[in-house]
């Protein structure tokens, strides 16, 4: 017995959890299973936050999962699209912690017992760091999205730079709202110097579909390459 059986127990329970979690949402009547795209979102949020439940407990100390904050702000995003309001995501922070309990009370049980205590309170504690990093970086996800353009500058406007600078900076504007919001949301994860294959993990596409979605945004931005697409898109943003 000890933490690192516990944390077995706990990663072999996260398919009864998710099953469990899927079926009070549903109950509920959630929208974050109305549909299986958004419930695909859901699930994968889900299962990485039991497994860092898992690895603090095996650990004896919360790790966030690598790119799990810059996902969460893009889904927070996406969820503007889906027409899914924040408040589905914090109801669901708290019915998944419920579907998590008897995995949790059974996984503490391999540990000794004068430890068992503090092994439920790690949990507890990397389970609300987990979910409330996650649902912090949606809602600004969510408010980015929802926030109104900044309205363009036009040639001859005050403030406005004098030549050609300012019709550049207007035309990459433009070409800027032409993207969609996938389009958008890959150009972001490979700011964040993730390779297609984990782009596609990410968000549960092709590889082939990831470089699709590229290809239209560089045509839509005039770029031939990464470095120019992303020099367009996040302007003075490295």
């Keep these: 017995m000890g933490h690192q059986a516990a944390a077995q127990q706990l990663r072999a329970a996260t398919p009864e959890i998710i099953e469990a979690y899927r079926s009070s949402l549903g109950r509920l009547g959630s929208l974050l299973v109305?549909?299986?795209?958004?419930?695909?979102?859901?699930?994968?949020?889900?299962?990485?936050?039991?497994?860092?439940?898992?690895?603090?407990?095996?650990?004896?100390?919360?790790?966030?999962?690598?790119g799990a904050g810059e996902y969460s702000r893009l889904l927070g995003a996406h969820r503007v699209v889906q027409q899914v309001p924040v408040s589905e995501s914090v109801r669901a922070a708290e019915?998944?912690?419920?579907?998590?309990?008897?995995?949790?009370?059974?996984?503490?049980?391999?540990?000794?017992?004068?430890?068992?205590?503090?092994?439920?309170?790690?949990?507890?504690?990397?389970?609300?760091?987990?979910?409330?990093?996650?649902?912090?970086?949606?809602?600004r996800g969510y408010e980015e999205a929802q926030r109104p353009p900044t309205p363009k500058v036009q040639e001859g406007d005050p403030g406005a730079p004098a030549g050609g600078a300012n019709a550049a900076d207007a035309a990459d504007a433009q070409a800027l709202d032409l993207l969609t919001l996938r389009e958008r949301q890959i150009l972001e994860a490979v700011r964040s110097g993730l390779t297609n294959r984990l782009i596609g993990r990410r968000f549960e596409i092709s590889e082939a579909t990831v470089k699709r979605h590229l290809h239209n945004a560089y045509r839509k931005l005039g770029a031939s390459s990464r470095v120019q697409a992303l020099n367009k898109a996040f302007p003075g943003q490295g």
């Design 34 to 66: 109305s549909r299986e795209d958004i419930w695909r979102q859901c699930r994968h949020q889900a299962q990485n936050i039991v497994a860092e439940c898992a690895q603090a407990l095996e650990a004896g100390r919360h790790s966030e999962l690598p």
């Design 95 to 139: 019915v998944l912690w419920q579907a998590m309990q008897a995995a949790v009370a059974e996984a503490v049980e391999r540990v000794p017992a004068d430890e068992r205590h503090a092994a439920a309170q790690t949990v507890s504690t990397a389970f609300r760091a987990a979910a409330g990093s996650r649902l912090y970086q949606g809602i």
